[in-house]
């Protein structure tokens, strides 16, 4: 007697038991996504999910039995833009780590954004280079000690939901892992919307992060996320002082503008 | 102009031709970053592509340009980028990636004054084994070297059919003297012209049920969007795109099938210019030092001296055969290139000592060698 | 119904800790990864809220109703 699980027939033959360490929040947001799939009663055959190097690339890579893209560090989403651009039936997802998406690939990211080109790209926060053992990242918060930083972090973290928007998307959310729930939500929206899309997702990595800065395991890190977010709608009425190491979480942006591709199309028609 | 080839006779410079070629060829996608002295197949791209129902990116830099064509190229689309040295270098690694993941494109290089920022107007032919060795690691490559407009029209559309008959990238090195001249160029008929389409899986076979990737005979293409699910990645992997990174056996599998892919097809991907008749000396040239070779064998010819021709069209993977069977014929042969000394290092390992081996640099780096240096030297070593 | 997948459990225990209603518990059994999976100690106080699933990121936890059971 056994009830199957209801991703199960998402996962690529064989591949069910992941490489991702016990607690890794990779393994939420992999669910979030083919829940959101499912939900939308889509066909993954109508996806390509393309992913950069990083423990959070191999989200989809290769766990989802749909095409799956595994790039170079940095550049799924230049990958991805090419994909869309000489197939726009196709539904493309970018799913990466912050080091990927937004340090060695943060031109890709705004300029993709600026473009507005009909992608959804998840980013896995995990504020940490969690691959390669620990080192600070482009979101790594202030003062932090990790393999690089051992007097601490001097630098600042990216907003990363501020600066998608600043750059052009057209929807944009930040969830950690503790709100599937939302993610999932806020995932079939992405994937709905005409444009280019943006998600964070705030997530544990228990070993590089957690264990290393002492943030505790996978658990601690989570019921943390829980107690420390604030809803992005409840923002205004808080003070500076009140909103001091709070994550906040919502959706940030939701508009509509012209999609490059449609664009594209519109310009094929004109010029005849 | 919607026109996908535009057949006739036209007065084109090499950059147009090498536009148009692609187009002929059925590019329906290019991404590229401008710059000298390529910018004007981006400029002619843009202009063609959205006429005949393709796409044109002008993307942020040229490491996005080349993971653009990698993606395009993966939902079937035929794709192509064009740079210079700078550019490529930007290139590289993703370059490595679609050698490792096996996807057909075209990667023109139209070569300029370096290293660094260089001389962007300036022709050199300086980057001939970057082509060859610039990715990291170990790998077989296709490089064709045109010598006119005609064959920038030619090459490129040959450069698309091996790219898609063997599934890899493929570089046309040009330089600027022939991006930047113009030249007559005839363009056929549509239907003689002979397109090589790569071969796909049988629908619905999913990746799990075929071998998509390291065949030596070239393993069908499971392209985006047609239930393939297919798992393409650099990270080293077998057969069936499953990743394995963790044992030798597995990195030693692939690294050997992506080069006998390759080197097993040699005859068939190797083309050489040869015309040596009775000459017992040999003037091995490509791209546009051949132009300067053409000129000197002329004016010797006027002096009742005889010397070959042997021009390299297909630069790698390299022509060892070929030249080994030269040097048995003639007894000396002097490379002429627009460098200090690339393709000269392979021609003498392939000699093996049967002719004596000289290197003909131009007087001034960059410049076309002039032909009566050419004459010169070749009265001197006769 | 609460099922789980010793095999793809690596022991994280975010299904016992996100549980709001004590239904699991770690276990001291050892799996053959060496891990301690979770048990169910207290099934017939599960809402079937779907919390353990949600968050279990291995797909090591399953629950539904007996009518789904295939
Ligand atoms: C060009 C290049 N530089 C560096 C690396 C090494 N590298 C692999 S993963 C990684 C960091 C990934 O960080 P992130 O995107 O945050 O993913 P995570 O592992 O944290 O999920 C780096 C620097 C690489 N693979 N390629
Ligand atoms: S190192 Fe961190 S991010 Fe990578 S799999 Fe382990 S827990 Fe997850
Ligand atoms: S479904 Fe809810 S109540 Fe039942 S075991 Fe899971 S978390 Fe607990
Ligand atoms: S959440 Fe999943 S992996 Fe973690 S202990 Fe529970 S069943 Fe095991
Ligand atoms: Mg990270």
Redesign the pocket.
Same mark, same amino acid.
Request: glycine share 26%; with cysteine; proline share 0%.
């Given at each position: 007697m056994k009830i199957v699980h209801p991703l199960i027939k998402y996962v690529r033959p064989g591949f069910l038991s992941t490489t991702n360490c016990a607690g890794c929040g990779?393994g939420i947001i992999a669910q979030s996504i083919l829940r959101a799939v499912d939900e939308l009663e889509m066909d993954i055959d109508d996806f390509v999910f393309v992913s950069?190097? +990083?423990?959070?690339?191999w989200i989809p890579s290769p766990f989802f039995n749909a095409d799956v893209l595994h790039t170079?560090?940095?550049r799924p989403i230049a990958f991805a833009t090419g994909v869309k651009l000489s197939n726009p039936k196709l539904r493309v997802m970018v799913v990466?780590?912050?080091?990927?998406?937004v340090a060695?690939g943060g031109n890709h990211f705004i300029h993709a954004a600026r473009r507005n080109i009909d992608l959804t790209v998840i980013c896995?926060n995990?504020g940490?280079? +969690?691959?390669?053992g620990g080192q600070v +990242?482009p979101t790594t918060p202030s003062g932090l000690k990790t393999a690089t930083t051992p007097y601490g972090n001097l630098e600042r973290p990216f907003d990363l939901p501020n600066l998608a928007k600043a750059a052009g998307a057209v929807y944009v959310a930040r969830w950690t892992t503790y709100h599937a729930r939302q993610l999932t939500k806020s995932i079939k929206r992405a994937v709905q919307k005409k444009g280019f899309s943006f998600i964070e997702v705030i997530s544990q990595?228990p070993v590089q992060f957690g264990r290393r800065t002492g943030a505790g395991n996978a658990v601690t890190m989570m019921q943390n996320y829980k107690k420390n977010s604030v809803s992005i709608k409840k923002v205004d009425k808080l003070k500076e002082n009140e909103l001091k190491g709070k994550i906040i979480v919502g959706e940030f942006i939701d508009r509509e503008e012209p999609e490059l591709c449609e664009e594209i199309a519109k310009m094929r028609e004109r010029i005849g | 102009m919607s026109n996908k080839v535009l057949t006739g006779l036209h007065f084109m410079q090499g950059d147009i031709a090498c536009a148009e070629g692609a187009i002929a060829a059925g590019c329906r996608f290019f991404a590229g970053y401008p710059i000298t002295p390529a910018t004007e197949i981006a400029e002619r791209m843009a202009k063609r592509l959205p006429e005949v129902g393709g796409t044109y990116a002008q993307m942020e830099d040229e490491l996005g340009s080349m993971a653009a064509i990698i993606g395009a190229s993966w939902t079937g689309t035929r794709a192509m980028t064009a740079t210079s040295g700078p550019g490529i270098s930007l290139m590289l690694?993703n370059i490595g990636y679609a050698i490792a993941t096996e996807t057909p494109c075209v990667v023109v290089n139209v070569q300029r004054g370096a290293p660094s920022t260089g001389s962007a107007t300036l022709s050199f032919q300086g980057d001939i084994l970057q082509a060859r060795r610039g990715s990291h690691g170990e790998y077989e490559t296709i490089a064709l070297a045109p010598s006119s407009s005609q064959e920038m029209f030619d090459l490129t559309i040959k450069a698309f059919n091996l790219a898609e008959k063997f599934r890899t990238p493929v570089f046309l090195l040009a330089d600027a003297f022939i991006g930047h001249m113009r030249e007559e160029v005839l363009i056929p008929d549509k239907s003689k012209i002979n397109i090589v389409k790569r071969k796909l899986p049988p629908c619905k076979m999913s990746l799990n049920e075929y071998k998509s990737s390291l065949d030596e005979n070239v393993a069908p293409m499971p392209i985006f969007g047609h239930g393939f699910k297919s798992h393409v990645t650099g990270s080293t992997h077998n057969s069936y795109g499953k990743r394995d990174v963790t044992n030798y056996e597995a990195l030693d599998y692939e690294v050997k099938l992506l080069s006998k892919k390759i080197s097993k097809h040699k005859r068939e991907i190797i083309s050489v210019d040869s015309e040596i008749k009775d000459s017992n000396v040999v003037l091995i040239s490509y791209g546009t030092t051949y132009r300067a070779v053409r000129e000197a064998r002329k004016m010797l010819k006027r002096d009742n001296i005889n010397v070959g021709s042997f021009r390299l069209i297909t630069l790698w993977p390299f022509p060892e055969e070929e030249i080994e069977d030269l040097a048995k014929k003639v007894k000396k042969i002097i490379v002429l290139e627009n460098n200090l000394g690339q393709i000269v290092t392979y021609i003498k390992a392939a000699v093996k000592g049967e002719a004596e081996v000289i290197f003909l640099p131009p007087q001034v780096l960059g410049t076309l060698h002039k032909p009566d240096y050419i004459v010169d030297k070749v009265k001197e070593v006769i | 119904m609460i099922e789980i997948n010793e095999e793809l459990c690596k022991g994280c225990g975010l299904c016992v800790a996100f549980c709001p209603k004590d239904v699991l518990k770690m276990s001291n059994k050892l799996t053959k990864k060496g891990i301690h999976p979770p048990e169910v100690i207290n099934e017939k106080d599960c809402t079937l809220c779907g919390n353990c699933m949600l968050y279990c990121p291995d797909l090591a936890i399953v629950i539904g109703k007996e009518e789904k059971i295939v």
């Open positions: 990779n950069g190097i +990083g423990c959070a690339a170079t560090h940095g990466s780590g912050d080091g990927d998406l060695i896995a995990n940490i280079y +969690g691959m390669t +990242g990595c | 690694e | -």
